[in-house]
């Protein structure tokens, strides 16, 4: 089980160093992993302060390439160099915002992958796809555009995009059926059980359910996860769910 805080372009150095204190004191559970992302420039400063806590730190994004003329852009061996264990490649604001596509997010990926880094690779639909009906159709060709090769440590996170920061989320039943859709492709593409998380308007009064959803292995959080007691509940959730059921620790 992961719980993966996406704090996108927020909290600076100082409201980090608040974060962390309430950190140092928390029980962290060997079932459940944590994994935060900060903006790039501040992570080598919370990997830093946490060092004795277990939790992990990732990027928000990489370039597919290791070094060159990329002014701006950031490698992921810069990333591995500093600590990070994960990167969030593909997320619905860089394909929508920066223009990523497919292909790029492929690229993107496997140079991650290529630099021992583990992808969270997103894909979600629009709402005008998920009223189509082709939501499925969408997320299966997301998947066969931009999955890299060695993607069996990595994790698919199932992010529909109208539901990012709206406060409305998808009926368990969607939720279950995509996960599932999601791990199929993933496995005949891999060969391997692909973990998958959600991740879309997660809050301290959703997450019980969504746990208890077959096939969630964990949820990627945006804005609940920049309020250090929201983020600790989620995470402790995830424990209380995970000492309840028999659904097994597969996160390493
Ligand atoms: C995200 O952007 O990855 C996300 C899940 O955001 P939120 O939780 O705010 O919807």
């Not at 277990?54 to 701006?72: D, E, L, M, R, W």
């Not at 630099?115 to 639909?125: R, S, T």
């Not at 499925?136 to 066969?144: A, D, P, T």
Request: hydrophobic fraction near 40%.
């Amino acid at each position: 089980m992961l719980i993966a805080a996406n704090w996108k372009m927020n909290l600076d150095k100082q409201s980090i160093s608040e974060f962390s204190k309430f950190l140092k004191n928390f029980k962290f559970s060997k079932k459940v992993k944590a994994c935060i992302f900060p903006p790039m420039t501040y992570i080598d400063y919370l990997n830093n302060i946490i060092q004795n806590i277990p939790i992990s730190v990732g990027a928000q994004n990489c370039h597919f390439k290791f070094s060159g003329a990329y002014t701006g852009e950031v490698s992921p061996i810069f990333l591995r160099d500093i600590g990070c264990e994960y990167v969030i490649i593909g997320h619905s604001e860089r394909r929508i915002l920066n223009g990523e596509d497919n292909n790029e997010v492929k690229l993107r990926a496997q140079s991650a992958i290529d630099a021992n880094l583990k992808v969270i690779l997103c894909v979600g639909e629009s709402l005008i796809d998920r009223e189509k009906g082709n939501a499925f159709n969408f997320i299966e060709k997301q998947l066969h555009e931009s999955l890299p090769n060695g993607f069996e440590d990595s994790l698919i996170a199932y992010e529909p995009m109208w539901s990012i920061g709206t406060g409305k989320i998808p009926s368990i039943s969607e939720i279950e059926k995509m996960h599932e859709h999601i791990k199929k492709i993933a496995f005949d593409v891999s060969d391997k059980k692909i973990n998958t998380l959600y991740g879309g308007s997660v809050n301290i009064k959703n997450i019980h359910n969504i746990l208890k959803i077959k096939n969630v292995d964990g949820v990627l959080v945006g804005g609940a996860s920049l309020k250090v007691k929201d983020f600790l509940a989620i995470y402790t959730a995830a424990v209380k769910h995970l000492n309840n059921s028999s659904k097994v620790q597969e996160i390493t």
